[in-house]
């Protein structure tokens, strides 16, 4: 393993809490048909979108059609029907009129749901923001009528289709099957579909272990428009999750009010042990690379699987009494949450009965917020406990008091003759969770006033300190009048972002703001509100304990035309260099969490309160994987004695002011917000040890995301 270092130099700095790999502000996904063999009903397709925060989301179709809707409510679900159901046709096609793209200013979680207008066919399933997409995919196996579907993000994206088939298929006068290659150029927005022409129940067409690799980042989805198990069939669909996401530990539950199920695992890599617990046995197997292994489970119980590299595990369930079948990717246990908000996927043409199954750990029950029977269930190697049950109508949030407690969510929905079922993602946006209730926004014509009650917020965060909240930096404190902390300042104070509205389109929505109106004579001011975290002995800030977004939206008036700006000028200046020991890397910095518009200048000049976006990546041709170990924060890279605050520990997020947001062989991706340090310095430094690694070696050194112990 190859160690060096990295070195930023700027003035102050501030970061953010992250999200998940589920919640974004940019996604895309195709419209699939849903009918059987000789089916005259068109396809209905219907979002389902999960905000912390209000906002505004433009949906935008292939034919370049837009449909502003406005995000109402924190810890909301707004839906929104697509207009014009579709009859869409199967077969191998490339389609440029399928793609249907969602942008928002707030950062969300999206589900669609797609069902056949008349009923018998449906299913639902979360999509991949396009920031967490990538060039490599491995297709889960889907036993029959299978369909593949891939949608270009970018123009003159080149997708290569190694086929792993048990059917053949025909494209412009050739047969692709087991061991061809299909290449084809896309263009944005463009969809290459891969299925058989006709869906029958006797279909047996499977594309499991299939390989699609992209010369830019695309969204893979896979599944069936009519998927059978055990002698009935429904629609399934689902979007495949990129390789560098897979996991090494799942629990799969059982179904509610389903006997059997089958999970099916696929393999990332060569040699990957595998260890299956259940109840009676333990079963150890071993998978190559694109391998799959599926077993049904007759009885209605939990299993627990790991592995020794990174794995694909899905779950089908059928209803044996009626035509009810839905497969869904198991989410791996790390990427558990504390914080779920699940939509109510209901229509106007079908009611569904919804399920909700929580799994956690044995000891973690008391700490989710529901009042229902817990079964705990055990393994040779595990004990968990597996909460099943039917949630009040409504969007419903579920959560865990502590961090140390996280907890996976399947959701399930049954209709006349057709259900749905996935595995719910974590709410967008920065949770403000129950946060909110402790705090009172007001909007005057020329100030905030924002009142924290600080006795309800002892309620929330126990070690919570008055002093350590302020709006945006530390010259920003509050006034406490008796229980209340009270911010009562100018729009032109403590580096509120003050934008005028003019115009929104899909490619120009600001994504600073958190609250919009289409009347083109408005200003919004944004700011939040954030508790710091202080090291007992420096008194530095190592961390933030919560952060609270709040917006204005107000009438322009004839005495406010003239543009207001932030009155601390503190600039941020950030060099990085371009050569390490070894190999070579390149540091960029970024506007925006597309990682599209770079920001420019040698140093770069930032302002306080700007989130800049960085990506380390290295180009060197060799097998090789770019792993960023620490990150930290010091006042002095030349003195022994420097304070350092660290911010990014042994690859993990050493506090809420640092995000990874992702990582592939050779690339990471991370932001920060600059902020302002409790003691002033003209010079800090951020340092970053990277290392190299073989791309094939997964020792515990070599392995990306978060390590426990110090390399």
């Not at 925060?53 to 909301?76: A, K, R």
């Not at 942008?103 to 999206?110: A, G």
């Not at 009965?353 to 799994?359: N, P």
Request: hydrophobic letters at 35%; glycine letters at 6%; aromatic letters at 10%.
């Amino acid at each position: 393993m190859f160690a060096t270092r990295l070195l930023w130099m700027f003035v102050v700095t501030r970061a953010v809490i992250g999200t998940a790999a589920y919640s974004g502000s940019q996604f895309i996904f195709a419209r699939f048909p849903s009918y059987e063999s000789g089916d005259e009903y068109a396809t209905a397709h219907f979002l389902f979108i999960a905000h912390a925060w209000e906002g505004q989301c433009t949906v935008t179709e292939s034919n370049g059609t837009d449909y502003d809707i406005q995000l109402t409510g924190n810890n909301s679900v707004t839906q929104f029907h697509l207009p014009k159901d579709r009859k869409l046709t199967m077969g191998v096609a490339l389609e440029g009129d399928r793609a249907v793209e969602l942008i928002c200013t707030t950062e969300v979680s999206l589900s669609v749901l797609h069902r056949r207008v008349s009923q018998g066919v449906a299913d639902a399933f979360p999509v991949l923001p396009v920031k967490s997409l990538s060039t490599k995919y491995i297709v889960p196996s889907v036993p029959n009528n299978a369909l593949l579907a891939m949608v270009a993000i970018y123009n003159n994206t080149n997708v290569t289709v190694h086929f792993n088939s048990t059917c053949s298929y025909s494209f412009r006068g050739n047969i692709y099957g087991r061991g061809n290659q299909l290449s084809m150029a896309l263009l944005q927005g463009e969809v290459l579909q891969i299925a058989s022409s006709q869906s029958t129940t006797s279909d047996t067409c499977d594309l499991g272990g299939t390989v699609v690799e992209s010369s830019h980042s695309v969204a893979v989805f896979s599944g069936s428009p009519l998927l059978c198990f055990d002698s009935h069939c429904d629609g399934a669909m689902s979007q495949v999750p990129p390789i560098e996401t897979w996991g090494t530990s799942f629990i799969v539950p059982p179904a509610p009010d389903m006997e059997q199920y089958r999970f099916q695992i696929t393999s990332g890599y060569n040699g990957t042990n595998i260890t299956i617990d259940t109840f009676t046995r333990i079963e150890s197997i071993i998978l190559n690379q694109a391998e799959i292994y599926d077993e049904d489970v007759t009885k209605a119980a939990a299993i627990y699987i790991r592995s020794s590299h990174p794995i694909l595990v899905s779950q089908i369930a059928g209803n044996s009494t009626n035509y009810q079948v839905f497969q869904a990717i198991v989410p791996a246990t790390d990427a558990y949450s504390t914080n779920y908000l699940i939509p109510d996927i209901q229509t106007s043409s079908m009611s569904y009965t919804r399920h909700v199954t929580i799994t956690t750990s044995s000891n973690c029950t008391s700490n989710i917020n529901i009042n229902e029977r817990w079964s705990v269930q055990s393994t040779d190697s595990q004990t968990f406990a597996i909460a099943s049950f039917q949630p009040s109508s409504g969007s419903t949030t579920f959560k865990s008091n502590s961090s140390a407690c996280p907890f996976g969510v399947l959701v399930t929905g049954v209709g006349i003759d057709e259900m749905y079922g996935y595995f719910s993602t974590p709410v967008g946006g920065d949770s403000g969770g129950s946060l909110e209730d402790s705090v009172d926004l007001t909007c005057t014509k020329a100030d905030w006033v924002v009142k924290v009650n600080t006795q309800e917020l002892a309620t929330v965060f126990p070690t919570s300190v008055n002093k350590n909240i302020v709006m945006s930096n530390a010259f920003c404190p509050g006034v406490l009048e008796g229980d209340v902390l009270v911010f009562n300042v100018s729009y032109n104070d403590c580096n509120t972002v003050i934008e005028s509205i003019t115009n929104i389109s899909s490619s120009t929505v600001p994504v600073n703001i958190m609250q919009l109106t289409s009347n083109n004579k408005t200003v919004t001011f944004s700011n939040y509100l954030i508790e710091y975290e202080r090291d007992a002995q420096t008194n530095l800030v190592s961390g933030a304990l919560w952060r609270y977004n709040l917006a204005c939206v107000l009438q322009k008036h004839e005495t406010d035309v003239k543009p207001f700006l932030p009155v601390d000028h503190t600039e941020v200046t950030v060099q990085a260099t371009s050569k390490i020991q070894g190999h070579e890397a390149v540091m960029k910095f970024y506007t925006d969490d597309t990682y599209t518009t770079e920001m420019k200048g040698n140093p770069l000049k930032v302002g306080l309160g700007t989130r800049v976006y960085v990506q380390v990546q290295t180009s060197v041709p060799a097998e090789v994987k770019l792993l960023v170990n620490n990150c930290y924060i010091s006042t002095d890279i030349t003195s022994g004695n420097s304070t350092r605050v660290p911010i990014i520990q042994n690859r993990c997020e050493a506090n809420h002011f640092t995000h990874i947001v992702g990582h592939v062989y050779k690339l990471t991706r991370f932001y920060f917000d600059v902020f302002e340090m409790p003691h002033h310095h003209d010079n800090m430094y951020v340092a970053c040890d990277v290392s190299f690694c073989p791309l094939m070696d997964f020792a515990p050194e070599c392995q990306g995301g978060c390590l426990s112990t110090h390399l």
